[in-house]
């Protein structure tokens, strides 16, 4: 029998959930990254935050950091509109006092919102 890789699992459907891809720089200050890390540690997150999320159809996120480069990917529900989502968000209870605290991590204005924030990359490329 031909153990082929593709044989043992299916491939995610596109049909099935939408993924962004975003970027955010941090501040140039290593101890200010470090805390940043320690923000969005395991359990370190506040459920409020994470609940809206959930509410407004986002199904999974990462956060990644290369230097100060942050790199989220977010996978959401088929049917999800970013900026409809992103607004509805926002309005969420905790969402303002949350983008408060981290902003102090963030190379933005401390007024910008979470879609401020974020810069949604374009997608160029992917493997079929």
Known sequence: MKNDSSDLVEPLKASYYKRFCKTMELKNDAG?????KKVHAPGAGWPEITQGMKEVGI?????????TTLFMIMDTVADFVHDR???ELASKPYQDEWEAHVSQFQDITTVATANQKWQLMEQIYKME
């Open 59 to 67: 199904m999974a996120m990462e956060l990644y950091l290369l230097g």
């Open 32 to 36: 200010l990254i470090d805390a940043y």
């Open 85 to 87: 989502a992103m607004a």
